[in-house]
């Protein structure tokens, strides 16, 4: 099978790239050039810019693909001008889209890929908190417009592996791994769903084998976790032990890891039946958190970009007492 992909080298699209390899893919990347030149090696690339609409290299391209995976589509332009540029040069588009997509309010625990989606935003280049999800529905509704039958949609939940550019888990891999009194600005039954890279990259090669159509929710881990819970297990595969300590929320940065208010709960209550049927595979949670901490040591542990520092954290919990 030859494959497109339209991102291929950051986190999920490297995982998406590196199963297909191993699946004996033909696979052609699209992207800047920016990182990870080192990886994959042999697989030809096309050099462009989303972000500013340069795609000659993907119109001048000779031949097609089987399928495309679009795993950097953010705004509807992103979409519509890749899509413009391959015309009827590929078979299957699938795009990876986002949790985000749904509605925020009246959807329960265990809701699937019929729930309500937010109302589309077309006309933004601005990704925040209220533009972010209505982007990706707009991006959904022009690629099934476009291909129909021919396409196929995969919405991750938060995202957990090794080349994580995020750093959300790997904040809690980290920190349980140093042990003791851990601050928590959240309730420990908020419930957490993590799905691993490596399982969601399974799942996209799998849909594209199948050719498969329609929407798929790409969340885990297998059974129901708590933000208690997945610190227990990132603790327990370090080897140390911790005591969740309560700070206020206002008294951390905004958007803490894996951190949710209670009223968007049910939003980590995912029903991931339908990917499950697909292919999508249950890596234990356990596995995530081992593989991460390894590759965050490898790397030298580099501060990452969200959650308390050592030392701030240590203020923190001398005023909870």
């Given at each position: 099978?030859?494959?497109?992909?339209?991102?291929?080298?950051?986190?999920?699209?490297?995982?998406?790239?590196?199963?297909?390899?191993?699946?004996?893919?033909?696979?052609?990347?699209?992207?800047?050039?920016?990182?990870?030149?080192?990886?994959?090696?042999?697989?030809?690339?096309?050099?462009?810019?989303?972000?500013?609409?340069?795609?000659?290299?993907?119109?001048?391209?000779?031949?097609?693909?089987?399928?495309?995976?679009?795993?950097?589509?953010y705004v509807p332009r992103h979409a519509g001008e890749a899509m413009a540029a391959l015309g009827d040069r590929v078979g299957r588009y699938l795009f990876v889209s986002s949790q985000a997509v749904y509605a925020r309010s009246g959807v329960g625990p265990g809701s699937d890929e019929d729930t309500p989606r937010r109302p589309p935003v077309r006309h933004t280049e601005v990704l925040d908190d209220d533009t972010y999800g209505p982007a990706k529905v707009a991006c959904e509704d022009d690629v099934l417009a476009r291909y129909g039958d021919r396409a196929t949609i995969v919405r991750p939940g938060r995202v957990a592996g090794p080349h994580d550019v995020q750093g959300a888990f790997t904040y809690w891999v980290r920190r349980a791994a140093r042990g003791g009194r851990v601050a928590l600005p959240g309730r420990p039954e908020q419930p957490v769903q993590v799905v691993d890279s490596r399982d969601l990259a399974r799942l996209v090669v799998r849909l594209l084998i199948d050719d498969r159509p329609g929407a798929f929710n790409a969340v885990g881990p297998a059974e129901p976790t708590t933000l208690?819970?997945?610190?227990?297990?990132?603790?327990?595969?370090?080897?140390?032990?911790?005591?969740?300590?309560?700070?206020?929320?206002?008294?951390?940065?905004?958007?803490?890891?894996?951190?949710?208010?209670?009223?968007?709960?049910?939003?980590?209550?995912?029903?991931?039946?339908?990917?499950?049927?697909?292919?999508?595979?249950?890596?234990?949670?356990?596995?995530?958190?081992a593989d991460v901490l390894a590759w965050d040591r490898e790397r030298g542990e580099p501060p990452l970009d969200c959650g308390l520092s050592a030392a701030a954290e240590e203020r923190l919990l001398g005023v909870a007492g």
């Open positions: 099978m030859r494959i497109l992909v339209l991102g291929g080298t950051a986190f999920v699209g490297r995982a998406i790239v590196a199963d297909a390899l191993r699946e004996g893919f033909d696979v052609t990347l699209f992207g800047r050039g920016r990182t990870g030149a080192e990886l994959f090696p042999g697989v030809p690339r096309l050099l462009g810019d989303r972000d500013t609409g340069d795609y000659a290299a993907l119109r001048e391209a000779g031949g097609g693909w089987d399928a495309v995976v679009d795993v950097s589509g208690a819970e997945l610190i227990a297990v990132c603790a327990e595969v370090a080897g140390t032990r911790v005591e969740l300590v309560p700070v206020p929320p206002d008294a951390v940065p905004p958007m803490f890891p894996l951190i949710t208010p209670e009223a968007m709960w049910a939003d980590r209550q995912r029903s991931s039946a339908r990917a499950r049927a697909a292919g999508l595979p249950a890596t234990p949670l356990a596995v995530t958190a």
